[in-house]
């Protein structure tokens, strides 16, 4: 197939506005914004959505501003908005282990409802308890048993008393305590000066009387301590039975009050049953007293709380299920956390300080989070593989173990958690996973692969403007013409580097939206029109250019040699594109190529000095053999060959060059001159058939703009693979300098091709003995090589008669 030499019409894809059907985006808004081009995301995404087995989370995989965060986020609000509210989660104190705190769910709205049922009974329960135990009727009554203690009691002490004085003491209460003294005749306490001075037989009776005395008063404790047991108890009995009723009331409000039917009601009936016995076993500290009532108050209140309700997960008030986007998920916000505070040098807590996670908080509905968040730290992922894997979520604190104070730690009980999980990731992470991690696939069975571009169509043209315009109305912009929306869809296929594609990363298409209608207000204008999007992508692109710009002043004057007019042998410009990740440019790079006799075959100068990639090295390769095929006839060539990338010092990466690198050493076998205007991109195949490459619009741009500085006289061009030509989306000015003849773009399928573009003669077609034409130039190049194989020869001759003349 003869060289192309490409019409301006051919350089660019034009949208006509008039094609769009509406004036301007303001016409738009009442349709509603589909996922435009991402027909089979969209799909997997429904069916994950509302898969509701388990292991079916969803793993977004897709370019960042594709769309997959916010597309997704309103698939889970759609979705959970048909889904049943879930319960909420309540932490209760544990009466059996108080460490252990006790979860409870109930239905949406009853967790706050019983935590304003159980606040409103300790108030009740404070206000009346103690008037029920200063009624008249339980006055009487514990007087009645307190007054038969005392009887008993007293009668048990008149008896001690009469056997102390039978042995001469007098025995007397002080401060809880029975104390007693020895006695004279007549009746006087005696000093310890007296009892010494009696005689030895009277003091050997006093110590016998005062051990019986002591055992004596054993049995009266013995006896009394009984019956004050059994006051006691009575006591305690009587003040459950006076109480009782009242917490059988309160605790029948709250349990006619939550009249819905619960999942959890065994444990919270359990539960309200501890409540009143402990409230029973404590009801002393409900009776105000003259004395330490500070003390009881403290008391009091330290029992009262137990008997809150944590309301860790409040669902009252929520129509469907939840749907939570964590941004931040540290190990606390993710799965709770347990708050501490500092008492005598020691963290304290207890179950009101539980707090949720968004695990937690996501419970029966969506939680959508970002691997790379959680990646960062091995503890979260690792995690939440556990939870995944069991269903259940164990509220830990990692890092108590390490506190350089004690602390008084919690084991909540563990929940079961029914969360579908969105896991938004890129394709690398992705597949890194399904190699590292084989439980990852298990996990997340539905892949949601949002694409990079799509077929451009009228029908994604025209929701593509439906996107601007919802963008508008989102941001309060000013709409955009028709014209300046058909300027926004030609930049989507710059971007997909395709004719017929878009690019999908529409988060790119939303800042230019944004940046256009800034120019637009500037301007005091009604609406964006397409002056302004080019505006817009010029003022981008003298943002970012300053890398390529100082590389373009180098080239005008004269640092990096680039030779634009003329003839050369062994010598040509390649075109390569530098990627800085926020910009892409491209700039010519000259290529040399030396050959001489020889045997060493092809040498890359770049890979000898570690300077290439391994993609390079590659083409390097494919060039050497394909060089070999084509003169076969005279294998094994002898040939030593060396080609260069000259004042390339940052290395060289990608096979683009391969075409320019033959084309030079083809030159220089042959003696044939390569035209400098005419720069070259393209890969080879080992058959010679030029293959596409990439950033091909950077690169002949990057060249024009050089040719365009030192002045366009129409035999500056440049030569690109035939594959290319659906990729162009060129500037304006490149197009218009071709509609002039002023600079010619060429498309090669074989490698053939080019040779005869640049050199004039033809390349030369083997007969069936492998020769080629004298006249063309691979016939040239066969002969050069055939003179260094004659040349090797002779030099191995000389050789070996040096070598027997020395014997």
């Given amino acids: 197939m003869p060289i192309s030499n490409l019409t301006a019409a051919e350089l660019r894809l034009t949208v006509d506005p008039a094609t769009l059907g509406f004036a301007d985006t303001s016409e738009l808004l009442e349709h509603a914004l589909p996922w435009i081009g991402q027909e089979r995301a969209e799909q997997a995404a429904r069916f994950g959505l509302g898969m509701d087995q388990p292991d079916y989370n969803l793993f977004v995989l897709g370019e960042v501003g594709s769309g997959r965060s916010s597309l997704l986020r309103q698939a889970m609000q759609a979705v959970a908005a048909c889904k049943a509210v879930p319960p909420d989660l309540c932490y209760l104190h544990n009466f059996d282990v108080p460490e252990k705190p006790r979860a409870l769910r109930l239905p949406a709205g009853q967790g706050r409802l019983l935590r304003q049922f159980m606040a409103k009974m300790m108030k009740t329960l404070q206000a009346e308890i103690p008037q029920y135990l200063g009624g008249q009727d339980f006055k009487a009554e514990s007087g009645r048993i307190e007054k038969s203690y005392k ?79 059994v006051m006691n108890e009575a006591l305690a009995a009587l003040r459950r039975q006076v109480v009782k009723p009242l917490l059988d009331r309160e605790l029948q409000e709250i349990r006619i009050g939550l009249k819905k039917q619960i999942k959890d009601s065994v444990k919270l009936g359990a539960y309200l049953d501890q409540v009143m016995h402990d409230i029973l076993d404590k009801l002393e500290l409900f009776k105000v007293s003259d004395t330490d009532d500070d003390i009881r108050k403290e008391a009091l209140n330290n029992v009262l709380s137990r008997y809150r309700v944590n309301l860790v997960v409040d669902n009252d008030g929520r129509s469907g299920a939840p749907v939570i986007v964590e941004d931040n998920p540290l190990f606390r916000a993710l799965f709770g956390s347990i708050e501490y505070h500092t008492e005598n040098d020691v963290l304290m807590t207890d179950f009101s300080r539980i707090r949720a996670g968004s695990l937690h908080r996501a419970h029966g509905g969506f939680l959508m989070l970002h691997l790379r968040d959680l990646l960062a730290d091995g503890l979260v992922w690792e995690k939440l593989r556990r939870v995944l894997r069991s269903g259940r979520l164990q509220i830990e604190e990692p890092g108590t173990a390490f506190t350089p104070i004690a602390t008084v730690s919690l084991e909540p009980e563990a929940v079961d958690v029914d969360v579908k999980i969105i896991l938004i ?98 301007r005091k204008g009604k609406l964006v029109e397409s002056a302004d999007v080019e505006a817009a992508l010029a003022a981008r692109i003298q943002r970012h250019d300053y890398p390529a710009q100082r590389l373009h002043e180098a080239i005008a ?88 990338f000259e004042q390339e010092y940052s290395g060289v990466e990608g096979d683009s ?100 573009l640049l050199t004039g003669l033809p390349a030369g077609i083997a007969n069936d003995a492998g020769n080629y034409p004298r006249g063309s130039v691979l016939g040239r190049a066969q002969k050069t090589l055939l003179a260094y194989r004659r040349a090797c020869q002779a030099s191995e001759r000389t050789k070996s008669e040096h070598k027997h003349s020395r014997k």
């Avoid at 020895?182 to 003091?203: F, N, W």
């Avoid at 294998?635 to 060959?641: E, F």
């Avoid at 002949?700 to 990729?727: K, M, W």
């Fill in 657 to 756: 060059a391969s075409c320019a690198e033959l084309y030079t050493l083809l030159s220089s076998l042959s003696g044939l001159p390569l035209k400098q205007g005419i720069a070259v991109t393209g890969a080879i195949n080992q058959h010679g058939e030029v293959l596409p490459v990439g950033g091909i619009n950077e690169k002949i741009e990057g060249y024009f703009r050089v040719c365009a500085t030192a002045g366009l006289d129409g035999s500056q061009g440049v030569l690109i693979p035939q594959r290319n030509r659906r990729h162009l989306m060129l500037e304006r000015d490149v197009a218009e300098a071709v509609a002039k003849g002023l600079f010619r773009i060429y498309t090669a399928e074989h490698a053939c091709e080019g040779l005869e």
């Fill in 151 to 229: 009887e008993e009691e007293a009668k048990a002490y008149a008896e001690l008393e009469a056997y102390a004085e039978a042995r001469s003491f007098a025995i007397h209460r002080e401060s809880g305590h029975l104390l007693f003294t020895l006695r004279g005749k007549k009746g006087h306490p005696l000093t310890e000066d007296e009892v010494l001075a009696l005689p030895k037989e009277r003091r050997t009776e006093i110590t016998q009387a005062e051990q019986e005395l002591r055992a004596e008063i054993n049995r009266y404790f013995e006896k009394t301590r009984p019956m004050e047991r």
């Fill in 425 to 522: 990731g890129s394709r690398e992470q992705y597949y890194e996973l399904q190699e590292e991690d084989p439980e990852f696939a298990r996990r997340f069975r539905v892949k949601v692969d949002f694409a990079e571009s799509f077929s451009s169509s009228a029908a994604t043209r025209r929701t593509s403007a439906i996107f601007v315009a919802h963008t508008c109305r989102g941001l309060g912009l000013p709409h955009f013409s028709a014209a300046a929306v058909a300027r926004l869809l030609e930049d989507g296929c710059r971007e997909a580097e395709d004719q017929s594609r878009q690019s999908a990363i529409f988060g790119r298409t939303e800042a230019l939206v944004m940046e256009s209608a800034a120019l637009c207000d500037a």
């Fill in 557 to 644: 004057k004269g640092d990096l040699l680039i030779a634009l007019h003329g003839e050369q042998i062994g010598q040509l410009n390649g075109l390569t594109q530098v990627d800085l990740g926020d910009y892409r440019f491209g700039f010519p790079v000259r290529i040399t190529a030396r050959t001489y006799a020889g045997e060493d075959g092809l040498l890359n100068i770049e890979r000898e000095v570690e300077m290439s990639g391994p993609i390079h090295d590659k083409g390097v390769l494919i060039l050497q053999s394909y060089l070999s095929a084509l003169f076969a006839h005279n294998a094994p060539l002898a040939l030593n060959a060396s080609v260069v």
